[in-house]
Nanobody, 115 residues
Framework: QVQLVESGGGLVQPGGSLRLSCAAT????????MGWYRQAPGKQRDVVAH???????AYANSVKGRFTLSRDSTKNTVLLQMNMLKPEDTANYFC?????????WGQGTQVTVSS
């Protein structure tokens, strides 16, 4: 059974930082296609940062230079370091993994950027 456990969301002021963590269990080690999406109220779910099948990292244009995706392959954990946060980064952030041609999602962790 695949499970994605997320942590690290919260309330932060504009310009602040947060780090999100996602630990995957029930999948093979060193899965490439893992990352983060986000969804703001009334909007569609969009990719934020994601490891691609060939091991590169794809970032949304809106977060380039501010967010950094990394991983610990031995633990199937991905980290999203978010710096210089803006109010428009406010959303529910979802961990995502593709394993055995199936898509799996975490339960979501709320990030709110507000003064």
């Amino acid at each position: 059974q695949v499970q994605l456990v997320e942590s690290g969301g919260g309330l932060v002021q504009p310009g602040g930082s947060l780090r999100l963590s996602c630990a995957a269990t029930g999948i093979a080690n060193n899965v490439n296609t893992m990352g983060w999406y986000r969804q703001a109220p009334g909007k569609q779910r969009d990719v934020v940062a994601h490891f691609t099948v060939d091991g590169r990292i794809a970032y949304a244009n809106s977060v380039k230079g501010r967010f950094t995706l990394s991983r610990d392959s031995t633990k199937n954990t991905v980290l999203l370091q978010m710096n210089m946060l803006k109010p428009e980064d406010t959303a529910n952030y979802f961990c995502h993994v593709v394993f055995a041609q199936q898509h799996y999602w975490g339960q979501g962790t709320q990030v709110t950027v507000s003064s």
